[in-house]
């Protein structure tokens, strides 16, 4: 069962930063936070992941809040290929289960 | 990013018969692949976990002898659906986890039973 809430749509401009909220108040200690989008008719590309720290890599990065109850994802500089839909996990380190939320439909307009 | 590669990427079938999907781990090791469908407009829903060498466990609701499921090899899992019929059209995706517990995606299959 999915423990995250995101909104179901933002809009962002072409070259804006996008921060996309994730909502995780029951997470545990153990859990991790996963960030996947898919576009349109395609399979789910990883983006980031992290525990307690923030993270950074060439996609995004990741806040989480002191304590871990929230998360949100930068895209720095959004373009329009970045329009999709953004899933917000929370799941345990050697996971056996990956479930999936509703996720955020980013459009980012020119 | 590791590559997972997920064939065929359509496949349209006649009522009662069986289609199988293949989801390979071209560069690394998967001892845990998931199968996952997904109707239009809607999210990623879970249907079974496959472990190699092991059977799968599939989540509630989801009829093991309608989708079968075989991890033989490390880097091989397949998804059979047996006797098609039209409600099993959907968007099917397998994703395979490594062993720095990144899940990765195959590009999904889409199936239309007729």
């Known amino acids: 069962d999915a423990k995250t809430t995101q909104p179901t749509s933002m809009d962002c401009a072409e070259g804006r930063a996008a921060n996309l909220p994730c909502n995780h108040s029951?997470?545990?200690?153990?859990?991790?936070v996963y960030w996947y989008r898919q576009i349109h008719s395609q399979g789910p590309q990883y983006i980031i992941h992290g525990l307690k720290n923030n993270e950074t890599n060439e996609m995004a990065s990741l806040i989480i809040t002191e304590d871990r109850k929230s998360s949100t994802l930068i895209l720095p500089h959004a373009t329009l290929r970045d329009t999709a839909v953004y899933y917000c996990i929370v799941r345990e380190y050697n996971f056996n289960k990956f479930y999936f939320g509703s996720g955020t439909k980013l459009n980012v307009k020119p | 990013g590791a590559v997972v590669s997920q064939h065929p990427s359509w496949v349209i079938c006649k009522s009662g018969t069986s289609v199988k999907i293949e989801c390979r781990s071209l560069d690394f090791q998967a001892t845990t692949m998931f199968w996952y469908r997904q109707f239009p407009k809607q999210s990623l829903m879970l249907m079974a976990t496959s472990n190699e060498g092991s059977k799968a466990t599939y989540e509630q609701g989801v009829e093991k002898d309608k989708f079968l499921i075989n991890h033989a090899s490390l880097t091989l899992s397949t998804l059979t659906v047996t006797s098609a019929h039209p409600e099993d059209s959907s968007f099917y995706i397998c994703?395979?986890?490594?062993?720095?517990?990144?899940?990765?995606f195959g590009s999904g299959t889409q199936l239309s039973v007729l």
């Open positions: 994703s395979a986890r490594t062993v720095r517990e990144k899940l990765f």
């Open positions: 029951t997470i545990s200690g153990n859990e991790y």
